[in-house]
């Protein structure tokens, strides 16, 4: 049974439509990479679909107990240090007050974060460690159901290579799904069990790729031939890289 189903989903923003007919479904413990072209609405759809947005048309199904987010700015409180950030989500659901702290050092240990960096304020962490320190703010509460959007676009590749190995076996240990917005191929390769292509208007779901093997399991060498072979072989991901395909004459 899906987690996560969208049905025929469409929005505008002051009259000027950006998604039209999306229909998709994640399943329980899936990872499904949503890629698409900037601005064909990947965004927009996370948001509609995690209900921070109510979109113009269509239903939502959502069937997970508890979701979390994770975007490109790790969008720490800048006067709480990393213990206060990542149990930031603990207050809000009122969790017992004395099992926040185990639960604090868990989430950081699973994100990487060694316990001298939890006294240290955003300023005094490096944008790895504070992307770090958002993805313990998102694994703390336990949730089945994790909203990537674009995390790792701004950070390096050998720190992206690091991160993405952290999401796959967090989810892997945790048994979360997700959905994972991202424009990079090789990360949706990488880290998804199924890729859905956005249509570069955001007309519906072009179609889907899955990968063969498990993320995780996959050999390097075999990513990226995968990667070249969407890209020079498969119509599927023509567009993947225009910029925006609503700006063009
Ligand atoms: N709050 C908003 N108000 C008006 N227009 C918006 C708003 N948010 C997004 N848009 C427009 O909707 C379209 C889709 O934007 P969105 O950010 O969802 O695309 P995206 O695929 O995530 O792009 P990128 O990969 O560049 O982040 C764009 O043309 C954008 O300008």
Do not use: C
Request: glycine share 8%; proline share 6%; aromatic share 6%.
């Amino acid at each position: 049974m899906s987690l996560l189903e969208l049905n025929r989903i469409g929005h505008s923003f002051f009259g000027r439509t950006v998604l039209e007919g999306i229909t998709l479904s994640v399943a329980r413990q899936e990872i499904v990479a949503l890629v698409g072209p900037s601005g064909s609405g990947k965004s927009t759809l996370a948001h509609i679909a995690a209900g921070l947005v109510e979109p113009r048309e269509g239903r939502i199904l959502r069937r997970y107990h508890r979701h979390a987010m994770i975007f490109q700015d790790p969008r720490l409180m800048p006067w709480a240090t990393a213990a206060g950030n990542i149990g930031f989500p603990l207050r809000l659901s009122r969790a017992p007050r004395r099992m926040r702290g185990q639960m604090i050092t868990d989430a950081a240990l699973r994100a990487g974060l060694l316990p001298e960096d939890m006294e240290k304020y955003p300023s005094e962490l490096s944008g790895g460690m504070r992307q770090r320190a958002a993805i313990a703010r998102a694994l703390v509460t336990n949730p089945d159901f994790i909203y990537f959007d674009e995390p790792f676009t701004a950070l390096d590749v050998a720190l992206k290579r690091r991160m993405q190995d952290l999401v796959i076996e967090a989810a892997a240990t945790a048994s979360f799904a997700a959905l994972f917005i991202t424009h990079d191929l090789l990360e949706a390769i990488r880290i998804s069990h199924r890729i859905l292509v956005l249509d570069p208007n955001g007309r519906g779901v072009a179609g889907e790729q899955i990968p063969p093997g498990s993320p995780g399991s996959r050999d390097e060498n075999a990513i990226f031939a995968l990667r070249q072979h969407y890209l020079t072989a498969d119509p599927l991901f023509a567009h993947i890289h225009d910029i925006d395909e609503r700006l063009r004459p």
